[in-house]
């Protein structure tokens, strides 16, 4: 497979290399090609990852490590590094980088990319690779004293895990206690009323300034890479997407799958279901933002603030959208591969009018928002130039979605490296350029906007489509099985970010890896750079405009 | 002064008793009353009001379930506090852990009892009025403070002593500044005394159509008004100024490790120094228990200018962000300490060269 040509005009000015001219610039790195459905793969010296990340992100412009993927085969360990450009995503290339059955060791690449630090820790932790030269490899979702690997291939399910309490590291363990300094260590969660879920924040103050947070996550593993992979392509994996960012993005995720599968098994949707897909994400997004919007104010503001309750308010009239188009009003299992379930609800003028009034009402809700929230000047004071994340830095951790957008980086996948109807619709890419607290939650308040933009546009296309080519799916066979040893890696553009899925196929029909790529915890990873030198309420708000879930950092 | 009758005399009047055991038998059962309809109006504050009046703001419709408008959540809630089991977590330093939630309800009570709450029917509703009465007041609002150390310091919980610290830094930043912009009612009314300075606001400013606007230190000087009520949020510890307990960053603050009798003490004490936040501010600047109608309904007035200010502290939790901790410093020394003695200086230019 080689490249997809991109057809966009966008992707002009950014010069693209061959395969070939790649393999030149690489030179005797590489030892084997190993290309994808979606890119070039080159399969490099276990020691020469840094190098090779190092030519492609400084001569070839690969700037976004979107993904360290780890699999084990039969004869060998694999870490594959997803490689794109902020500036053209569709622009990608796989580092494959093989590792000794008997001792998985390779090198690391987080010298080159910040954000390979908690994805190799990741790798470490659920397959087994070890990774020279990385500077903090330890567990990250499971806890330390778990025993064995659970996506690796020897790994005994049914031997118990058995920990008892002493065992564990005690987060007041004399080493946090130095005489010298006057520091003080303070454990902000698991349980705490900001962590927007069960969020653990090792952290070090001076007074009440942070020294250094570190997150601790995995309260919320569910192995849902696991469960996945043992789905069926057709009809199980479906239904899980919904359970990874469940703040009302369901429609979102399950369009990751469905893409990613999609092309995988080369299945076309009908475009009738391609403009009910991009309604519904839509109605999705609006949810999640007013949600962040909602969760932002209390915890800035308070948490008896009317801002938290107008906003579920809203988010509850798109909420009642998405029960009627769906069934469900939060794990939606709406979508299908080829398709949607089910055609819009009947009587169609009913949901039509019920979601144009939703849009009518909409621009009223978000002057509110601004003259309640944005344009306070306290609100201004606690979150303007607080929480900086430089557009270098948040490149460098891999940061996607608002939080990108909000430090100037115009990146959006849904224009970028288009999918369902979006290139046909007419709408803009946000992005404010403060880096801080306050540029973040605007870029997701312009959002909402937009969104309704593209809702609108939908309906229009909706209302005016000939009754008998309402083709709601594609003909998709019972069973799917794509072709042994093809993989693939695909994203779309989630409420959180670049929301990615790799799945390697078998010639069964479930996935032999199925890896997700949640914009969640890469964003989470970019939480001490904002934080250090801060009060602990900026550290507070700054969690808050990251708009973290953390059934999608944990999976 | 003297020409008005005090509760306590009153009561051991009616009772015939007089001397010492009259002193004693009045006073007691004066504080009892007046302690008593404080802490009713706090009981009909906290389980109650506070949450219709927050959802009232939120688009909620809170409690409706037990009782015409949802009211006998207030013994339900009484029951269901107390019964809670009462947590004292290892390691606590006591008896000042005890200590601490009885000084911050006894502080704001105490405080009280200089209070001129106006009259209702033949009864002056005031217990004491000495010389020093503005002073005083103060001095026994300020105790509080001491209990929020106290508290946070023994609950040996990082949270907690984050909380007790905010505490000390918001009230040594906002008192200052609050008792400052006191004085300048001090010298238009040349008294200390509370009663004094509620007589002293009783002329009229001007008329404006047949209805008198009297002057009421509120109208005199709206300047300094506005730099009290910012001071006394601060002071009492209400958003945007709620810092010390700031729930999303520090947990619950020196009240964090508090459970069941003690949790209801601190709450109590928290809202009976709203109240009497509210009563300060009614007698320095609205006129104590001044309005229309005859001077025997006084006492009403008065608790619609307390209930008023609570309202006051509600709708500001619904609307406004929290300033952070460094921010409330600077407000605290760079902005009101500054702006209090200009107001001052100014008053007392004033007062001596008018007046």
Known sequence: ?555 | MGTVQLFPEFVSETLGLSGVLGDVVGSLVAAAVVGNIVLAFTGVAGPWAKRKITAAFTDRIAVDRIGPFGLLIIPAAAVQLLAKELIVPEGVDRPTWDLAPLVLPASALLGFSVIPMGRLGPVNLQIADPEVGLALVFAFASIASISLVMAGYASNNKYSMLGGLRAVAQNLAYEIPLIVTAMSVVIFAGTLQTSGIVAAQSDVLFSVGGFDVPTWYAFVNPFAFVLFLTANMAEIGRNPFDIPEAPTEIVAGYQTEYSSAYFVLFYLGEFVHIFLGGAILAVTFLGGASGPGPESIGFIWFVVKLWGFFLFTQWARSALPRVRIDQLIEIGWKGMLVLSFANLVLTAVIVGVIA
């Open chain 1, 1 to 555: 497979m080689s490249l997809e040509v991109p057809d966009t005009t966008e992707t002009d000015e950014v010069p693209e290399r061959t395969p070939d001219e790649l393999a030149a610039l690489l030179g005797d790195l590489v030892i084997d090609r190993d290309d994808h459905l979606n890119a070039p793969g080159f399969v490099i010296r276990p020691d020469a990852v840094q190098e090779t990340l190092s030519r492609l992100k400084q001569e070839a412009g690969y700037d976004h490590l979107s993904l360290v993927t780890a699999q084990e085969y039969e004869n060998r360990y694999e870490s594959i590094y997803h490689l794109k450009k902020f500036d053209d995503p569709t622009q990608e290339v796989s580092v494959v980088v093989p590792a000794d059955k008997d001792r998985p060791v390779s090198e690391s690449g987080e010298a080159v990319f910040r954000t390979a630090d908690w994805h190799e820790r990741e790798a470490y932790d659920l397959i087994g690779i070890e990774y020279d030269d990385h500077p903090d490899l330890r567990r990250i979702l499971l806890p330390e004293t778990w025993q064995g690997h659970p996506l690796s291939m020897d790994y005994d399910k049914d031997r118990p895990q058995i920990a008892t309490l002493p065992e564990h590291a005690n987060p007041l363990a004399d080493h946090h206690r130095d005489a010298e300094s006057d520091t003080m260590f303070l454990n902000i969660g698991p349980h705490h009323p900001a962590t927007h879920g069960v969020l653990h924040l090792k952290t070090i103050l001076d007074g009440e300034q942070v020294i250094d947070v570190e997150p601790d996550i995995g309260y919320l593993h569910r192995c849902e890479e696991q469960m996945a992979q043992s789905g069926t392509y057709r009809h199980q994996i479906m239904p899980y997407p919904d359970r990874w960012d469940y703040i009302s993005a369901g429609l979102l995720n399950e369009w990751a799958y469905a893409r990613a599968a999609e092309d995988l098994a080369d299945i076309d949707v009908p475009e009738y279901a391609q403009v009910i897909r991009t309604m519904g994400a839509e109605m999705c997004r609006i949810a999640a933002h007013m949600l962040a919007l909602a969760t932002f104010a209390l915890d800035v503001n308070g948490d008896f603030t009317a801002t938290f309750m107008y906003a579920i308010n809203d988010r509850e009239r798109v909420q009642d959208l998405l029960e009627d188009l769906t069934g469900q009003r939060l794990m939606f299992n709406y979508f299908r591969l080829g398709g949607v379930v089910w055609d819009l609800p009947e009587p169609r003028e009913e949901f039509f009018s019920k979601t144009r009034d939703f849009l009518d009402q909409l621009p009223g809700s978000v002057e509110e928002y601004h003259d309640l929230v944005t344009a306070n000047e306290i609100f201004q004071m606690r979150t303007i130039d607080t929480g900086i994340l430089p557009p270098a830095v948040a490149k460098d951790y891999g940061a996607t979605g608002p939080v990108a957008r909000g430090s100037g980086i115009d990146y959006d996948l849904r224009r970028d490296d288009p999918y369902g109807y979006y290139d046909e619709l007419d709408w803009d890419v946000v992005t404010e350029d403060g880096c801080d607290n306050y540029s973040r939650l605007l870029v997701r308040m312009r959002e909402v906007e937009e969104s309704a933009k593209i809702i609108e546009q939908c309906v229009d296309l909706l209302e005016d489509w000939p009754e008998d080519e309402r083709t709601i799916q594609a003909n998709v066979p019972r069973t799917l099985r794509p072709d042994d040893d093809t993989e693939i890696y695909r994203a779309v553009e989630a409420a959180k970010g670049e929301l990615g899925i790799y799945m390697r196929a078998d010639g069964t029909d479930k996935p032999a890896r199925f890896k997700i790529r949640s914009p969640c915890f890469s964003n989470l990873q970019t939480l001490p750079e904002m934080a250090n030198g801060e009060y602990i309420p900026d550290v507070i708000a700054a969690l808050g405009s990251l708009d973290i879930v953390l059934g999608e950092v944990d999976r």
